[in-house]
């Protein structure tokens, strides 16, 4: 801006300098011209008279050689009315030749007076002339050469060069402290605090448009600011991971969630995705989603199973990025395997039974039994038939749990539950000679009486089942300030070490034959671990082999 102020400045001085120059000469010329012009008319005026009065005699002695100073500037030439010159004050007469068809002589002899200008062929002189008839009809004319502008101009060459650099440069360093001192306050401008400048007046609508500008920026900055902590928040305290990529794949932000999932820290945002993550399948899933708009990709981080969830961002129909959601499916994954070996189980547990139901029924009916087997062959379509049925009811069982379907809790003794239990059991028992003992206090809680039941059947079941010849089962029911436990005891088989957790598992058998020879259907456990569920309890087994099984379930105060 300085050097622009000051080229403008130099500009304008050194234009109104020429500019003033040529019109400074041009005026003064002009009345230089006028001044001469009006001299060279008195002094023909004088001549003339001198010339009417003296003749040649006057002419001569003006002419004179010894005369001081002598006339050289002026030229008076009298000329007869034939044109013939009488006398010529710089070159003798005789010498001339007829002046009858000047023009100034034709118009002078014509009008009384005549003037005019006439120029050298190197137009750098110019000769100024004026005639006059005299009394005797005879014209005088006087003339006088000087310079032209132009031919002054050029010997006035050099001082006017001189002149003008030196003008040039006063101009230059003029212009230099001018432009210094009008951008001066404007370099000191405080920009952060425009109102309280006032360096000029014509910058007040600027300053106070940069002031409103100012104040409109803060807000925008303010809402800005805070929508990103609004936004950091939110994706700081998710459980999911989120990670923001532009269109070229670059991490533009990463929460907490998705940095532990990535095993990665804060500096990876401004870096490639494949940074935190060279799985060739995720790489794909970002491609296509970049492309298709949307994509989903599942893979194991930290052994955790992850969905990740990767979705196009579009701004005017282009792809502005792509936001990456990871979510936990590690439970939803294990449950959907576990729905699929159930189903897969639960085929294969029907189908044996009804195999062995179809066998016995076509050999009956095609008479290829003996009439002394019969009974044999019916009995096995009947156990067939009645695992059938405690199979199709546990699996309702389980479904029910599974979906929550649960009847309403009511209040219900735990140890008079345990007694009915025991009570159905105890033929069973004793046809395995094995000694079953209910003891503890009567602790009433809020459950499902039908499930409760079930639980506490199937526990004593499982350990008059399991148990050996003359073994004990003892269930105990204490109650205490944390809740009721209730504890079904054995001295049977035990499970080994490697086992005990997977007995909960559906279908799952330690010894596949002795649980199918005893009418087990591999899911007693399992419907006792959501029994127990249900009702917020815990369970814990121990279990020693060849020492036996106490399972324990306790359930909280209600
Ligand atoms: P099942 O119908 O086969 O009894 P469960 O789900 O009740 O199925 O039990 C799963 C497996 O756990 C049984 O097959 C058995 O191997 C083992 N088990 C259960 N209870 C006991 C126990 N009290 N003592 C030893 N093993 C047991």
């Known amino acids: 801006m300085t050097k622009k102020i000051f080229r403008s400045i130099l500009l304008a001085a050194v234009s109104v300098l020429l500019a003033s120059l040529v019109i400074i000469m041009g005026c003064l010329y002009d009345y230089y011209e006028n001044v001469q012009e009006k001299q060279l008319r008195d002094e023909l005026r004088l001549a003339s008279y001198g010339v009417e009065a003296g003749g040649s005699g006057y002419l001569e002695q003006l002419a004179s050689p010894y005369r001081f100073p002598p006339i050289a500037d002026f030229r008076l030439t009298w000329i007869a009315a034939d044109g013939k010159v009488l006398f010529d004050t710089h070159v003798p007469a005789a010498e001339m030749e007829n002046h009858a068809d000047r023009v100034e002589v034709k118009e002078a002899l014509v009008k009384g007076e005549s003037g005019g200008v006439r120029y050298s062929e190197t137009l750098t002189e110019r000769t100024l002339y004026y005639a006059q008839r005299l009394a005797d009809g005879t014209v005088l004319r006087i003339s006088i050469s000087q310079l032209t502008v132009f031919a002054l101009a050029m010997g006035m060459l050099q001082p006017i060069l001189l002149t003008a650099i030196l003008a040039v440069i006063l101009s230059a360093l003029l212009a ?149 959601l990871a979510f936990d499916v590690t439970e939803q994954a294990a449950a959907e395997r576990s729905r699929r070996e159930f189903t897969a189980n639960v085929s294969h547990e029907l189908k044996t039974p009804l195999q062995s139901i179809m066998g016995s029924a076509e050999l009956l009916e095609n008479g290829l039994v003996k009439q002394e087997d019969v009974p044999q062959f019916v009995g096995v379509i009947r156990t067939e038939a009645a695992r059938l049925v405690t199979l199709v009811e546990d699996i309702i069982h389980l479904s029910q749990l599974d979906e929550g379907t649960a009847p309403e809790k009511e209040p219900v003794d735990l140890l008079e539950l345990a007694d009915s239990a025991a009570s159905a059991l105890r033929e069973r028992a004793e046809e395995r000679r094995v000694s079953l003992s209910v003891t503890g206090e009567s602790s009433v809680m809020d459950g499902v009486r039908g499930f409760l039941y079930e639980m506490l059947y199937d526990l004593i079941d499982n350990a008059i089942k399991y148990n050996i010849d003359g073994g004990k089962v003892e269930v105990a029911v204490s109650t205490s300030d944390t809740g009721t436990t209730v504890s079904v005891k054995d001295t049977g088989i035990g499970i080994p070490p490697e086992y005990q957790a997977r007995v909960f598992e559906r279908f799952f058998r330690v010894d596949k034959s002795r649980s199918k020879a005893s009418g087990g259907t591999g899911l007693g456990l399992s419907i006792v671990k959501h029994i127990a569920q249900y009702h917020h309890a815990r369970l814990d087994l121990h279990s020693t082999v060849g020492e036996g099984t106490d399972i324990l379930i306790a359930f909280p105060r209600t």
């Open 176 to 324: 230099h402290r001018m432009a210094k001192s009008i951008v001066a306050p404007l370099n000191d401008l405080d920009l952060d605090d425009p109102l309280e400048n006032d360096p000029y007046d014509e910058l007040s609508p600027l300053l106070v448009r940069i002031h409103q500008q100012h104040r409109q920026i803060e807000a925008q900055l303010r809402a800005l600011r805070r929508k990103t902590e609004e936004f950091e928040q939110i994706t700081e305290n998710m459980s999911e991971g989120l990670v923001l990529l532009d269109g070229k794949g670059v991490i533009l932000s990463i929460n907490p969630a998705a940095r532990m999932i990535f095993h990665a820290d804060s500096s990876c945002v401004g870096q490639g995705f494949l940074v935190i993550d060279r799985d060739h399948e995720i790489d794909l899933a970002i491609r296509a989603a970049r492309e298709g708009g949307h994509s989903e990709v599942r893979a194991v981080r930290n052994d955790r199973e992850y969905q990740f969830d990767i979705s196009r961002i579009a701004a005017d129909g282009l792809t502005a990025g792509t936001v990456l």
